[in-house]
């Protein structure tokens, strides 16, 4: 990366705004700017973080292209820890192109993507596990992400995981010191406790590991599929949901053969809901496709909608496919009350205590009773998941399993010899320095900044 060179990106989101955000980075920031200013000396002598209102014109035409304003940031005070602007101008999307064409055409750089934050990384301004925090809370997709990318950035997470590093090393001291005075009687005495110690990190990590993996259901987002038989009111339910007709809605079985997802907010969450392909026995190799595509929903969703008629018996497919695959995250439709009570649906929800609500589902006045249902179940259900705020990607996640198979091997070396069991140590210190990023390769970092915008 070349970070003598300045560079310049549009930082808010693309489109039509009433402002939109530009930022510049790199030593001459202040210089481009200055010169697309056509009073240079006011932005020259203005402080930093100064707000002021400037006329940006093209140096070579002298022509105004907008009034912005503009605040400076000294390096190392910034984001990226170099001389860094900010601008902000109208935010028509022409405007935008206009005012970035100009400052490069004074000397900037079109930004790559994660280029600001990598400069950042780069000078210390945060470690690697920030930045991907920065990253968590722009793609968050759910109140959960959310508060977990939240607490990563601004928490204790970051705490625990210096308290874990520091606990090693201090482990790793001792063990060197036994090394070096084996006569010493203190030293003796504490050998015994290194197992102990050992254990009391490594289940710790693990406890945020078992987390880390409780949460995989939420991590692209919250979805909800609609299930149960052919002809019970999936599509009703669907299309009352999202509030408009977005399902075919017919008498005869089948007509689902795909899921159909749109994205709503229910219960504060943002929720992808999915109108899936009735469940039953079929020829048909289409049908069959979308059956098999609707367990896979099953089996992945944070929270399932069973939807199963009041007028029929419960059959062996609901039983072996829902009841066996998704109990612990189902709530129950008893549909079609108005042509049976449906009792003993009911019973059997109370005995398994699961959630349900009766209606009719072709009566638009029962849509707010199921909305609301719907809403408390999945606040209920996302509310009481565990997500971790350390261990919150792939990679954090490979790198702590590896950490707790060192400690575990850690444990087998105290009775092999404290050379091995130092060896051991080191290696867990090497991992927690790839988790932040003290050791981490360029290729890896290239991955992570390549998910960034083009202006973070």
């Avoid at 700017?33 to 400037?54: M, N, Q, T, W």
């Avoid at 204790?156 to 005075?181: H, Q, Y």
């Avoid at 009703?236 to 994205?263: A, C, K, P």
Wanted: with cysteine.
């Amino acid at each position: 990366m070349e970070s003598t060179r300045t560079i310049a990106a549009l930082s808010s989101a693309a489109g039509v705004g009433a402002i939109a955000v530009i930022r510049l980075s790199g030593p001459q920031a202040f210089s481009i700017v200055e010169k697309c200013i056509d009073s240079g000396r006011a932005f020259r002598d203005s402080p930093a973080r100064h707000v002021k209102l400037y006329r940006f014109i093209c140096p070579s035409s002298g022509k105004p292209v907008d009034q912005i304003t503009a605040v400076k940031f000294f390096g190392p005070n910034s984001f990226t820890g170099e001389d860094m602007v900010e601008l902000f101008c109208h935010g028509g999307e022409i405007v935008v192109e206009k005012v970035l064409s100009v400052l490069i055409g004074e000397g900037a750089y079109p930004a790559r993507r994660g280029e600001f934050a990598r400069r950042g990384f780069c000078n210390n301004k945060f470690d690697l596990m920030h930045a991907e925090a920065f990253l968590g809370m722009i793609e968050s997709r759910s109140g959960k992400e959310y508060e977990s990318s939240l607490e990563a950035l601004m928490g204790t997470s970051a705490g625990r995981l210096v308290g874990w590093r520091e606990r090693v090393k201090a482990l790793l001291r001792d063990v060197d010191a036994s090394i070096e005075f084996p006569e010493e009687d203190d030293v003796r005495k504490s050998s015994s406790r290194y197992i102990e110690r050992i254990v009391e990190i490594r289940k710790e990590i693990e406890m945020e590991v078992e987390a880390r993996g409780k949460s995989h259901i939420i991590e692209k987002g919250i979805i909800i599929p609609i299930v149960g038989v052919a002809n019970a009111g999936k599509s009703s339910l669907f299309n009352m949901l999202v509030g408009y007709e977005r399902s075919i809605v017919h008498w005869q079985e089948g007509t689902t053969r795909d899921g159909v997802g749109e994205e709503v907010h229910i219960g504060g969450e943002r929720v992808t809901i999915l109108d899936t392909a009735g469940l039953r026995d079929t020829d048909d190799p289409v049908e069959k496709l979308g059956i098999r595509k609707t367990i896979e929903y099953v089996s992945k969703a944070a929270q399932v909608i069973w939807v199963t008629p009041a007028n029929s018996p419960m059959t062996h497919i609901e039983e072996s496919l829902i009841l066996e695959k998704a109990m612990g995250k189902i709530a129950v439709v008893i549909s079609k009350k108005d042509l049976a009570e449906g009792a003993e649906k009911a019973e059997m929800c109370g005995e398994k205590k699961i959630p349900f609500i009766r209606s009719c589902l072709i009566d638009k006045g029962a849509r707010d009773a199921l909305v609301d249902f719907v809403a408390e179940v999945v606040k209920s259900r996302i509310g009481s998941l565990e997500t971790s705020s350390l261990i919150r990607t792939k990679r954090h996640e490979i790198i702590a399993k590896r950490i707790i198979e060192e400690l575990k091997g850690g444990e087998k070396a105290v009775a092999e010899g404290e050379e091995i069991l130092a060896a051991s140590l080191r290696r867990v210190l090497a991992d927690f320095g790839e988790l932040v990023g003290d050791t981490t390769n360029e290729d890896i970092l290239d991955s992570i900044f390549s998910r960034f915008c083009i202006g973070k």
